[in-house]
């Protein structure tokens, strides 16, 4: 399809001789995936849809009790903290962005009146700006209004350095102005053409001014908020125990009608996968299990006894390793894996090239995800044309062997390679979970076939996904050599995923382990693409930039990718649940319901 093929289609969409969806599925068949083909309608003044899940209540309340399985159990309820997916889910119930994204890549508004588009005058065409016009008669779950007041406090505390925000990437390099109570105009410092990332989605949840105010900066980590969240949303906050409960209940004053259908709300964590989805699957005792990650055999088995069904949306997730360059035994200033030390074997690139040739990602998609998840040498998978071509995987032994051979290093007595008096012995570490246990069991016998020895090491999926800057066993301090694990990627554009691949968010105590980048790692081509992507408005030139930050980490065998996930919840059949592969399982949660 040429571009004049597809200026006539937008053109029919725009005329009403076309709809959204035969358009998004006439772009899919000419391999453009569906949130790209909404990007294309939004550019050319196309207006969003308006809803994902046609809502059948007629009245807000009388639904009973919801009740919600997270087995990794939140620990805070500040998004802005959230570097864990179950504690940005937990945040959604409560705080909530200015927009989101559906399931097929729509913008959807939320706590904004309408979408910002070149037609209604929001959208700058120099991409220098963006103005958002707020809904009106929102009410903080203490009766005080929402304000532009609250969206500018946001970008503020998000953006200084000294709150340590997970979110601060999409807020430091913006400035947000009040135009007055009810509009905000964002400010960009060069051409932007992805600017729906501040206040959109998983890091766009507006905080209240009045209750988070006092706690800006250094103070950030003492707001009682952090615990007992004061939001828009439609359940108002009961009760939190964190790693086990939340309770919250409906809010009679949410600002969307007839929403939300349920009475009362209950977020169970703690288990794991496999009793949440019997849970679920076999007894119907909860209404919804998140984040399944049980082998596909199993889940049939349970899906068999009819009272509830597995839910698969794909998404741009991927489930990988990273390969540690610095020293994880080391300490220095008071943090191990410091970017000021090196790693005594993983930081020759030979021993990286073959640890990826060790790993059988056919069989780990076959035999242990199912539908869960698809092969893949790619960090970014969705959409399509951000996905790099010449990325390739392979699982060969033989040849593993072999590089290792020629770089030197030899086995020793005990079949353990060495070089230099260092062994190539390490310790790679996973949640605790089922189907990650024998993802590692398989790599693991694969390595010792290359003369590699790799201690296995599980954390309790609460603890490996925890904020807490004083645990040494969570995933951003990576305190082992090397780590396993999925990480989500939140819009239908890569920008914001890739910036796990850039050097100015490394990980480190000094931001309190909330950067993005954990590896540690960095490239200055990629700094340099990835810069030059966020300010460039040809979107063929702007994917070819991301796709080389990708190839970059990728053929360095930094992040070494083995699945592109979907997203597998299971949910009884008589739930209504509106889930979106680009942002977290919450994120229109007013709108489920049960028939």
């Known amino acids: 399809m040429n571009e004049d093929e597809i200026r006539k289609s937008i053109a029919e969409v725009k005329q009403g001789t076309l709809t959204r969806r035969s358009f998004i599925r006439t772009m899919a068949a000419a391999g453009i995936a569906a949130p790209v083909a909404s990007q294309i309608l939004l550019w050319n003044d196309v207006a969003m849809a308006d809803a994902t899940l046609p809502y059948k209540p007629t009245k807000a309340g009388g639904g009973g009790p919801l009740k919600i399985l997270l087995w990794q159990a939140p620990t805070l309820l500040n998004p802005h903290f959230a570097i864990g997916t179950k504690d940005q889910i937990a945040s959604r119930i409560f705080f909530e962005p200015l927009a989101g994204w559906d399931k097929d890549g729509n913008l ?14 929001s959208l700058a065409a120099d991409g220098m700006s963006v103005i958002w016009k707020l809904k009106q008669g929102v009410k903080w779950h203490d009766g005080k209004p929402f304000t532009a007041d609250d969206v500018v406090f946001t970008w503020a505390y998000a953006a200084d350095l000294a709150t340590a925000a997970y979110s ?13 109570d009810h509009t905000v105009k964002v400010l960009f410092k060069a051409p932007t053409p992805f600017w729906a990332d501040p206040f959109v989605g998983s890091v766009g949840q507006i905080l209240p001014k009045h209750h988070f105010g006092d706690y800006a900066g250094a103070k950030s980590r003492e707001a009682p908020g952090n615990l007992k969240p004061v939001g828009t949303g439609p359940y108002k906050f009961v009760e939190f125990k964190p790693g086990d409960l939340i309770r919250a209940e409906r809010n009679p004053d949410y600002h969307v009608n007839n929403q939300p259908h349920f009475d009362t709300l209950e977020v169970k964590g703690g288990g794991d996968a496999v009793s949440a989805a019997r849970t679920v699957l076999q007894t119907g005792e909860y209404d919804y299990a998140w984040n399944l990650l049980v082998e596909e055999e199993v889940l049939k088995r349970m899906e068999a006894s009819g009272k509830g069904r597995v839910d698969i949306t794909p998404s741009g997730n991927v489930e990988f390793i990273i390969l540690n360059t610095t020293d994880p035994w080391t300490e220095v200033d008071g943090e191990r894996s410091s970017v000021k030390t090196k790693h005594p074997t993983l930081s020759d690139p030979v021993v990286r090239q073959a640890f990826n040739l060790l790993i059988d990602r056919e069989a780990i998609q076959k035999f242990i995800y199912g539908r869960g998840g698809i092969a893949t040498a790619s960090f970014v998978n969705q959409p399509q044309q951000f996905k790099s071509g010449k990325l390739t995987y392979a699982f060969d032994v033989d040849k593993a062997n072999k590089i290792l051979d020629e770089a030197g290093w030899k086995r020793g007595a005990d079949g353990i390679r060495e070089k230099d008096g260092k062994k190539l012995k390490y310790v790679f570490q996973t949640s ?5 246990q024998k ?7 694969a390595c010792q ?3 590699i020895d790799i201690e296995l090491k599980s954390v309790t999926a609460s603890v490996f996904f925890s904020s807490d800057v004083g645990n040494p ?7 082992c050599d090397m780590e396993m694990y999925n990480t989500t990627q939140p819009q239908p554009d890569p920008e914001r995923f890739l910036n796990q691949c850039v050097s100015w968010e490394i990980a480190n105590k000094e931001n309190k382990w909330l950067g993005r980048n954990i590896s540690r790692w960095s490239d200055p081509e990629a700094d340099k693409a990835y810069k030059t992507a966020q300010q460039e408005l040809d979107p063929v030139k702007r994917a070819a930039l991301l796709i080389k930050v990708n190839e970059i980490f990728c053929e360095a065998n930094i992040l070494v990718p083995l699945l592109s996930r979907n997203i597998v919840g299971a949910g009884v059949n008589s739930l209504m649940a509106d889930i ?3 942002d977290v399982t919450t994120w229109n949660l007013g709108s489920w319901y049960r028939v």
């Not at 939320?110 to 910002?116: K, N, R």
């Not at 993802?439 to 016998?445: E, S, V």
């Open 580 to 582: 979106s592969g680009w």
């Open 168 to 180: 601060t990437g999409s807020y430091k390099d913006i400035t947000v102005e009040k135009i007055d």
């Open 449 to 451: 076939k290359a003369g």
């Open 473 to 479: 066993d969570t995933y951003s301090k990576l305190y």
């Open 439 to 445: 993802t590692q069991a398989i790599i693991k016998q």
């Open 108 to 121: 959807i508004p939320c706590l904004a009146a309408e979408i910002p588009t070149k037609a209604n005058g």
């Open 432 to 436: 605790i979970n089922a189907p990650r």
